[in-house]
């Protein structure tokens, strides 16, 4: 126990005390040691306060807290420089060592590796944040409203016709679109021009393949690429569209994953082997390293109310089409409305009773929508390029839809 919180201590002190290498012997007020020894001495503190009571322990925090307080007002008249970074990693370091005398040793490691890497990462975090404008600022606040304050207010249980509105569970659908769609522009910022369209079709496919899609068949229209390269891209996002349907897939409707991994795996496979052959035919050309998506940030509360309202239609249709038409009726309904938005389709599907539709037929109404949508991304690429400057995206989509028919034909027929 008290070799835990020695050990934490010295973690986070490696750090401080090689950030201060430069600084002189005898400035410094706490480095390696120093730290070790306040997680030592939170240790004993919490060993202290369940043996005797609370006087000792708070004496000897006191002494410790004090100590530290007078050392860093004398640094800071002697250097002049502003920063309680230090004080507070002290602080939270005498803090780890008592939770690891009040048997929570794990959650104190895992804080303790948290604080070490925060601290090992000020230049690359003031770098990021110099490059941070008010659009930025004001979007990531609206994330942590929609994710962090109105979620847990919001009840967890059936309401609404039919019972089909969990107004937990569709607000959270609101949180994973606009998360998924932060996360990418985060990730763009982050990169900018230096993954250019590889970067820019990962990031986007996490949350849109459609819109990646478009964005790059845009420019394999305006020749603003090299066109291999863009396809690479095209390809790539419609390989994490199958990856996303399979993870999405697990967590909210399981019974289906496994029919369904038979059906798009194949597919998957083929469309990450078309990527790599393409990428490789593009290698060492000269490609644009312009973002596809420019630099104004896509998070949009819109888009996403509009998603959780299409779910929540389709809620309420899909219970109806059950007590209409029996299992054949809900089966239809999530099968042409995911050929839309195969992610909503998902979320419908998972939202229904355990018992509604068997694994294959779970399977099955999700396998045609992803087969569909992966059609619909190869005329887009054809309406929108031309076939002459589109063909090299759109045929392995093209192969990769035939595959997956092939495959349900075969797999339920």
Sequence with gaps: MLLTSLLLGLLIGLQRGWSARAEQEGTRVAGFRTFGLLGLLGGVVGILHDRFGAVPAALLIGGAVGALMIGYARAFQA???????????????????????????????????????????????????????????????????????????????????????NPHSLWLVVVLVTGFSFAGYAA??????????????????????????????????????????????????????????????????????PALAVS???AAALSVLATIWLLARASGKNASNEPVTGSRNPFELLPA?????????????????????????????????????????????????????????????LAIPVAINTLFKAGVVIVTAGWSRGKTAALPLLATFVAMMVIILAQFA
């Design 79 to 165: 250097k002049g420089r502003v920063s309680a970074t230090t004080a507070i990693a002290a602080l939270l370091t005498l803090c780890l060592g008592m939770m690891v005398a009040n048997g929570l040793a794990l959650i104190a490691t895992a804080l303790a590796a948290v604080i070490t890497l925060l601290l090992a990462s000020k230049q690359r975090m003031h770098r990021w944040v110099a490059q941070l404008g008010e659009a930025d600022v004001r979007a990531t606040a609206r994330f942590v409203i929609i994710a962090a304050v109105i979620l847990p207010l919001l009840p967890n249980e059936a309401l609404g016709p039919f019972d089909a509105w």
């Design 188 to 257: 763009n910022k982050l990169f900018g021009s230096r993954l250019g369209t590889l970067a820019t079709a990962a990031i986007g496919g996490l949350y849109s393949s459609t819109a990646v899609t478009v964005a790059l068949s845009g420019r394999l229209r305006a020749e603003t690429g090299e066109p291999n390269l863009l396809a690479a891209g095209i390809n790539l996002a419609a390989s994490l569209m199958f990856a996303r349907v399979l993870i999405l897939t697990a967590i909210l409707a399981g019974s289906a994953l």
């Design 264 to 266: 798009i795996a194949p």
């Design 305 to 365: 109310l509009g998603f959780a309202a299409l779910v929540a239609v389709m809620a309420v249709g899909a219970r109806w089409a059950e007590s209409r038409f029996g299992d054949a009726g809900l089966a239809t309904l999530i099968a042409i409305s995911g050929s839309f938005d195969v992610d909503a389709a998902i979320v419908t599907l998972g939202a229904l009773p355990a018992d509604t539709l068997d694994p294959g037929a779970s399977a099955l109404v």
